[in-house]
């Protein structure tokens, strides 16, 4: 599941909700709502940041007088949603019964789970 942008400022945790562009030409910074993909030379920011952003002297801001709302889920977020809670929910399946075998003598088994290997102690 990809997971949701961040602010742009150093060491802030919060989600992003709105972008920073910096028009140089103009000595302007705009401030509006969250960009539909990040791209270079823009900033992600929280509410907070975005609310408070001042610019240098002589710079404008130009900033979006809405409420800044979070970005809804994309489909890709919800069908990997979807998948994770039908995985879990899914039984575990067992392994086939097999005849005793208490005549015969064992085998040290090695087993497998994902990366891990189970090696027995030999004796």
Same mark, same amino acid.
């Given at each position: 599941?990809?997971?949701?942008?961040?602010?742009?400022?150093? =060491?802030?945790?919060?989600?992003?909700?709105?972008?920073?562009?910096?028009?140089?030409?103009?000595?302007?910074? $705009? $401030?509006?709502?969250?960009?539909?993909?990040?791209?270079?030379?823009?900033?992600?920011?929280?509410?907070?940041?975005?609310?408070?952003?001042?610019?240098?002297?002589?710079?404008?801001? @130009?900033?979006?007088? =809405?409420?800044?709302?979070?970005?809804?889920?994309?489909? #890709? #977020?919800? @069908?990997?949603?979807?998948?994770? $809670?039908?995985?879990?929910?899914?039984?575990?399946?067992?392994?086939?019964?097999?005849?005793?075998?208490?005549?015969?003598?064992?085998?040290?088994?090695? =087993?497998?789970?994902?990366?891990?290997?189970?090696?027995?102690?030999?004796?």
């Amino acid at each position: 599941m990809r997971s949701p942008r961040r602010c742009s400022r150093n =060491g802030c945790p919060r989600q992003a909700v709105a972008t920073l562009t910096y028009v140089y030409n103009e000595s302007t910074a $705009v $401030v509006g709502p969250l960009a539909a993909f990040a791209e270079p030379h823009t900033y992600d920011l929280c509410e907070p940041h975005a609310r408070n952003l001042t610019a240098p002297r002589g710079w404008d801001v @130009v900033r979006h007088e =809405g409420e800044f709302e979070p970005p809804p889920p994309t489909t #890709d #977020d919800l @069908v990997a949603l979807a998948e994770a $809670v039908r995985e879990a929910a899914r039984p575990a399946p067992r392994p086939p019964q097999e005849p005793s075998r208490q005549d015969q003598p064992q085998t040290p088994q090695t =087993g497998r789970r994902g990366h891990l290997r189970v090696i027995p102690p030999t004796h």
